[in-house]
C-alpha cells in the first residue's frame, strides 16, 4: 500500500470517528527514545475510565503488534503512562522527533488493542 493510498484510508477512518475520542501526540526527540510516554490528558481518562491495564499498539503500517504496560499512578500526583513495550514500538516504527501519533480511541475499539497512526509521509 502506497503512503498516498494509506493516508486516505487513515483520513476516511479518522472521519468515522467520534473526534471527542481522537488524540495526537507531536513527539518531542526524548518521547521518541524514552521508555515512556505520558499521555495527554483525554487519553488518560480514556484509558483510565476502561480500567486498561496493558495496551497492544500496532503502527499504521507495521504489522508488528507491541504488548505495553500502562503506567497509573493516583498520587501524589496523577498520571498515565505507555511504559514497557513504547521504547520497542519506537524502534519497531523509526519514530523520531516531530512524527505525530494519533489515538483513535472509540467506543467500538477493541478491548486493549490500539492501532496507531503515525504521521511521517502525509498531512492530516
Given at each position: 500500500?502506497?503512503a498516498i493510498s494509506t493516508a486516505t484510508k487513515f483520513l476516511t477512518n479518522i472521519h468515522r470517528?467520534?473526534?471527542?475520542?481522537?488524540?495526537?501526540?507531536?513527539?518531542?526527540?526524548?518521547?521518541?527514545?524514552?521508555?515512556?510516554?505520558?499521555?495527554?490528558?483525554?487519553?488518560?481518562?480514556?484509558?483510565?475510565?476502561?480500567?486498561?491495564?496493558?495496551?497492544?499498539?500496532?503502527?499504521?503500517?507495521?504489522?508488528?503488534?507491541?504488548?505495553?504496560k500502562l503506567l497509573v499512578r493516583n498520587s501524589?500526583?496523577?498520571?498515565?503512562?505507555?511504559?514497557?513495550?513504547?521504547?520497542?514500538?519506537?524502534?519497531?516504527?523509526?519514530?523520531?522527533?516531530?512524527?505525530?501519533?494519533?489515538?483513535?480511541?472509540?467506543?467500538?475499539?477493541?478491548?486493549?488493542?490500539?492501532?496507531?497512526?503515525?504521521?511521517?509521509?502525509?498531512?492530516?
Amino acid at each position: 500500500m502506497t503512503a498516498i493510498s494509506t493516508a486516505t484510508k487513515f483520513l476516511t477512518n479518522i472521519h468515522r470517528l467520534r473526534t471527542k475520542h481522537l488524540f495526537r501526540v507531536k513527539l518531542t526527540k526524548s518521547q521518541s527514545q524514552a521508555s515512556h510516554l505520558d499521555l495527554p490528558t483525554e487519553s488518560a481518562a480514556y484509558v483510565r475510565k476502561r480500567r486498561f491495564k496493558r495496551l497492544e499498539l500496532q503502527g499504521s503500517t507495521n504489522t508488528c503488534i507491541v504488548q505495553c504496560k500502562l503506567l497509573v499512578r493516583n498520587s501524589p500526583k496523577k498520571s498515565t503512562k505507555i511504559g514497557k513495550g513504547w521504547k520497542d514500538f519506537c524502534i519497531f516504527n523509526r519514530l523520531k522527533e516531530e512524527d505525530v501519533i494519533v489515538f483513535p480511541a472509540h467506543n467500538q475499539m477493541r478491548k486493549k488493542k490500539i492501532k496507531l497512526y503515525v504521521k511521517k509521509e502525509f498531512s492530516f
